[in-house]
């Protein structure tokens, strides 16, 4: 079964600097989906950002982006001039390539908890 | 923008008693599925459904649990006699053909007394 990690239980940073969040996965697959949800205080899953593993190239999403590494298994995200409403949970997932199977359902890591200092 | 939405946002229920948890997915996707995060805890798949039945679940989605599709629009999680530890949020999340994004509704809180 595939795991997903998130080491940062907690981070902070001031506004308008940059901040990355880490998130490490296992897995015996190499064709797969990663993705990066951001939970608000509304407690609502909102998509930051999708990375295809069979893609070399890291997903920009205006000032968030993604350092991809397929070898290292590690999926940071990098969020660039932090502003107040991006304080928030931060969730990695990951999804299988295959159609059912087991397949189906994401797989959270733990959540980091994003501050951001005005 | 296409959202999807899920009613009740919050619900209150006695131990024992039946719930059931509705959603409306976006309008042409096909995949829909149920998450549910108890408190200060990850988000954990419950079931995923494709074409009027269930094509996986997790070990969390026992006999306590189904879903449905009633009608072209609802697709409903139903827990027949609820537990204390079934308090949490239950995200229902939809996702069209040829698209790897899975779309959150708001989720509904649930609490079990």
């Known amino acids: 079964a595939q795991t997903v990690t998130q080491s940062q239980p907690e981070m902070s940073v001031q506004e308008a600097e940059t901040v990355t969040l880490s998130c490490t996965y296992d897995?015996?697959?190499?064709?797969?989906?990663l993705f990066w949800y951001k939970q608000p205080p509304s407690r609502q899953m909102i998509l930051v950002i999708r990375q295809e593993a069979y893609k070399q190239q890291n997903a920009t999403e205006n000032r968030f982006s993604v350092n991809f590494q397929k070898a290292a298994k590690s999926f940071s995200l990098k969020i660039s001039d932090s502003q107040l409403g991006d304080a928030a949970m931060y969730f990695c997932a990951y999804r299988s390539s295959m159609i059912g199977g087991g397949a189906d359902g994401l797989t959270f890591g733990k959540g980091t908890h994003l501050i951001i200092q005005p | 923008e296409p959202e999807v939405t899920q009613t009740p946002s919050h619900q209150v229920t006695q131990m024992g008693q039946e719930v059931i948890l509705r959603c409306v997915p976006i309008s042409n996707h096909l995949y829909f599925y149920w998450y549910r995060q108890i408190l200060g805890q990850k988000v954990e798949f419950l079931v995923s459904f494709y074409n009027n039945e269930i094509s996986e679940k997790s070990e969390i989605f026992d006999d306590q649990f189904s879903v449905e599709r009633p009608d072209g629009s609802n697709f409903t999680l139903k827990i027949r006699s609820t537990k204390l530890e079934d308090s949490a949020m239950y995200f229902c999340?939809?996702?069209?053909?040829?698209?790897?994004?899975?779309?959150f509704g708001p989720g509904t809180r649930l609490l079990v007394l």
């Open positions: 999340a939809s996702k069209g053909s040829f698209q790897e994004t899975q779309y």
């Open positions: 897995t015996s697959e190499s064709d797969y989906y």
